[in-house]
């Protein structure tokens, strides 16, 4: 599985690289417009994107925005929703607007942080990206 983090707190950063790289070959970036244009350097590449977590809060561009960004890229590229990145939403920020608006924007899963591990993982497995 190709995967592709955008978290830009060091600690998190690497505490889901760790867990994620277990799973498959991760990317990581420090934020939302960094992990845009991996996305796009990986289509280019014949090579995207399977998993995509993104955090909300981050600098240059949040994670609102590169989602739409990215599912706005898919969509230009007729890439059909089978074929689509599956995004997770990683926040501090659980309220209900918040979550509404991640979904309304094309996320898949939204995981509130801290992350609970056997959660994150029974959501990787109802998306079928992992057994």
């Known amino acids: 599985m190709r995967i592709l983090l955008a ?4 600690a998190t950063r690497k505490y ?3 867990f994620l790289s277990k799973y498959g070959d991760c990317d990581v970036t420090v934020d939302g417009m960094e992990a845009v244009d991996a996305f796009m350097i990986a289509l280019e590449e014949e090579e995207g994107y399977d998993l995509i977590c993104l955090d909300v809060m981050m600098p240059v561009m949040d994670g609102y925005q590169a989602l739409k960004a990215i599912r706005n890229i898919e ?3 007729n890439i059909d929703a089978d074929e689509s990145a599956k995004i997770i939403m990683t926040t501090v920020l659980n309220e209900e607007r918040h979550v509404k608006m991640a979904f309304e924007l094309g996320c ?3 995981s509130a942080k801290p992350l609970d591990v056997n959660r994150f993982e029974d959501a990787l497995k109802r998306l079928g990206l992992i057994d």
Do not use: A, I, L, P
Not at 7 to 10: G, R
């Open 7 to 10: 978290e830009d707190d060091f």
């Open 75 to 77: 969509k230009e590229r």
């Open 16 to 18: 889901m690289s760790n």
């Open 108 to 110: 898949t899963v939204f």
